[in-house]
């Protein structure tokens, strides 16, 4: 930064504009300086006290208090006030009383009375014939040790230099005589040096200043950036997690009376589509100062992309439909909103990510739901999260144990009602957690990706089983897999089936794909892809659960099903809708003009199998015909004939 002449003439006087911490600082030198400076003066006083008095008791005359006080007076004075300026100055730095201004008239007098000391002395030093030491001391003592503003100390030290000098001459003329050239010279020249230490003892110290401030204020800023959301300026979740440890702590608080938050702005995505990345940062900027205004005494802070975190008393729970309608104000088009999950912490000793994971596992719940916009985390939700870890965390070791295996349910023909296949679903049966079902462990699995391991698991185990009864000469009719989108997500799915298929010389035919209707309306090219390429190797392709999703249609026409299944929630109440009836029948009859065959899911009823025999259904599924099953029952229903195999899967050669 380049200055003017004017400004740096200006700075060299010292009459620029001073920051406040600058002149605090010089403020702050110089009572510590004083300090030394006090303790020397009550020290030397002391001892001249000390010596005034023996020879005012060796003169001989009677020592009164009287004598003694008039005898001392200067020391007395010189004692007192550095008295006064100690006691003065370690309070101002113990931080006691911190009134510059005052501060400064109190260092002032006592300079003042040093400086007056030190004239007086030498005065008569000087009249007594004798050198002038005591008055330079004190001036070297005043002028150099303390800090004063340039213009201020050449004023006082050439007043005072220039006074003295007067009176020099005059003693020297009283007593007939001149002061001595060399007098002269050697005055002038303290003169000097004594201004200018003093004046570049202030340039220093300034500089210092500065320096001290630039680097507080780096420091105040990477303190704040440490600390601060970028985005919306309020507090980041690393600041969070410390405020909360701390207030954990603190006595004044009942824990078990306060509950974290987690907050999800809802619909924030489309918002951010909509209007883009700037807009949707002020929406955020917008929620946090909500928060910040809804909680003014808890702690908030904004945790990641739209979500935010607080930590308040329980009754402010009061608050969150308040906070939630505010939320929703800030912009119609787009209907933003708030979900929030709570937890309750239940001792000091909570880690709060720990207690915030818990409220966002809340949070999670109400997510896509437009009923509830708030849940506590509890016992119910506790129990989940304790199994999802569990199953994250065993699920390598459930598959190489076996744990994890298919179990079997019996489609049949319609019209038959023979054997026609199986359908493999995953059972895991746990030492430790009992049995578990695709309910329990597939959300967790799609979650954290790892549905592919137990989809891969499910295919080794079929093939394996289809092998055995192949080798044990049975009958064996086609076994259809789940698939999961996720499984599409790996590179080698669909090399891994085959290569699997062909190392148990399984042929194609005995293995189907089901694929969930919903997974397709996520619709992608790279799936359509693996679609046809499925069905190109000479696996039958199923959509599954028909209907349950919304886009039904244009899948149909976008991917080459051999078979739907129409989704079970179509037989529910079957008796007691009289819709139900005509739905299927336009299922079957849009199925079939598409020369794609049907399969009706969840057949309970006699009632149920025979209308959908008559409407053309061709397969039928459900409880009536077997729940699913371990292999050994799968087989000894084969044996047993409970249902019989149809002819086409009889023999196999
Ligand atoms: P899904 O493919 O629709 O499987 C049918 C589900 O309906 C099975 O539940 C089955 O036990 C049940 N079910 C069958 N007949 C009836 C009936 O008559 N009445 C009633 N009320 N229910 C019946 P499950 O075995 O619990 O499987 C649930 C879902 O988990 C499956 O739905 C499937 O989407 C998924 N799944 C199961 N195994 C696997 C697997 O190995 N991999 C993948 N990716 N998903 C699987
Ligand atoms: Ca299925
Ligand atoms: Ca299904």
New binding site residues.
């Given amino acids: 930064m380049d200055q003017s002449f004017g400004e740096k003439l200006k700075k060299w006087f010292g009459v620029e504009r001073k920051s406040e911490y600058v002149k605090n600082y010089l403020q702050e030198t110089n009572i510590r300086s004083a300090i030394y400076m006090s303790v020397i003066v009550i020290v030397l006083e002391i001892w001249m006290l000390q010596r005034q008095t023996k020879r005012l008791v060796d003169s001989g005359d009677p020592l009164t208090l009287q004598s003694f006080l008039y005898g001392n007076r200067n020391f007395l004075i010189l004692l007192i006030t550095g008295i006064i300026m100690l006691v003065f100055a370690v309070a101002y730095v113990r931080g006691y009383k911190k009134k510059r201004p005052f501060s400064i008239a109190v260092i002032s007098i006592f300079g003042a009375v040093c400086l007056s000391f030190g004239f007086y002395v030498s005065y008569y030093d000087y009249a007594d014939g004798k050198q002038i030491m005591a008055f330079l001391t004190m001036a070297l003592f005043v002028g150099c040790i303390l800090v004063w503003n340039p213009i201020l100390s050449f004023v006082m030290l050439t007043l005072i230099f220039h006074g003295f000098y007067q009176i020099m001459e005059r003693v020297a003329a009283a007593g007939g005589f001149q002061v001595r050239s060399g007098d002269q010279v050697n005055y002038i020249t303290f003169w000097i040096s004594v201004t200018t230490v003093s004046i570049s003892l202030y340039h220093q110290r300034v500089a210092e200043a500065i320096k001290d401030e630039n680097l507080e204020r780096v420091n105040r800023h990477l303190h704040y950036m440490a600390v601060t959301d970028e985005t919306t300026r309020i507090s980041n979740i690393q600041n969070f997690m410390n405020l909360c440890r701390e207030k954990m702590q603190d006595p004044a608080i009942d824990v078990t009376q306060w509950v974290y938050l987690f907050m999800n702005v809802e619909n924030f995505g489309n918002y951010n589509e909509k209007y883009g990345y700037e807009a949707g940062n002020q929406i955020l900027v917008n929620v946090a100062k909500i928060l910040k205004d809804s909680f003014e005494d808890g702690i908030v802070a904004r945790q990641a992309d739209d979500h935010f975190v607080v930590f308040t008393a329980a009754e402010n729970l009061q608050k969150l439909e308040s906070v939630r309608s505010r939320v929703r104000g800030l912009e119609n088009d787009v209907r933003i909103g708030m979900n929030t999950g709570s937890y309750r912490p239940t001792s000091r000793e909570v880690d709060p990510n720990i207690a915030c994971d818990h409220a966002r596992t809340a949070c999670a719940t109400v997510r896509k739901r437009h009923d509830v916009n708030y849940r506590e985390y509890d016992a119910v939700l506790e129990k989940q999260s304790h199994r999802k870890k569990y199953i994250i965390n065993h699920l390598d070791q459930a598959i190489e144990k076996r744990y994890i295996r298919?179990?079997y349910?019996p489609v049949v023909f319609a019209k038959t009602r023979k054997l026609c296949g199986f359908?493999?679903?995953?059972?895991w049966i746990d030492p430790e957690e009992g049995f578990l079902?695709?309910?329990d462990f597939?959300p967790a699995l799609?979650e954290y990706h790892e549905?592919y391991k137990?989809?891969r698991?499910?295919i080794e185990s079929v093939c394996r089983d289809i092998r055995e009864t192949l080798d044990k000469g049975l009958p064996v009719v086609p076994i259809s897999?789940?698939?999961?989108r996720l499984?599409f997500e790996v590179p080698d799915a669909i090399d891994h089936l085959n290569r699997t298929v062909d190392r148990y010389q399984v042929p194609r035919d005995l293995i189907h794909v089901?694929i969930?209707e919903s997974t397709l309306s996520e619709n992608t090219e790279k799936l359509q892809a693996s679609c046809a390429e499925l069905h190109k190797l000479g696996y039958a392709l199923w959509l599954?659960?028909f209907g349950s999703g919304y886009s039904a249609l244009n899948v149909l026409k976008d991917y080459e099903f051999d078979a739907l299944?129409i989704?079970?929630t179509f037989?529910?109440n079957f008796s007691g809708n009289p819709k139900s009836r005509p739905l299927l029948k336009s299922v079957v009859g849009l199925a079939d003009a598409l020369g794609i065959s049907t399969l009706a899911?969840?057949?309970?009823t006699e009632e149920e199998a025979d209308f959908l025999e008559e409407i053309g259904c061709e397969r039928l599924?459900?409880?009536?015909y077997g729940?699913?099953m371990p292999k050994d029952g799968a087989i000894d229903i084969i044996i047993a004939g409970k249902v019989p195999v149809s002819e086409e899967y009889q023999t196999r050669n």
Wanted: charged share 30%; glycine share 8%; aromatic share 8%.
């Fill in positions: 298919p179990y349910q359908e493999a679903l995953a059972r079902s695709p309910g597939i799609e549905i137990l989809d698991c499910i897999l789940n698939f999961s499984d089901e969930t599954d659960d299944k989704d079970m037989l529910s899911e969840g057949v309970e599924q459900g409880y009536l729940k699913p």
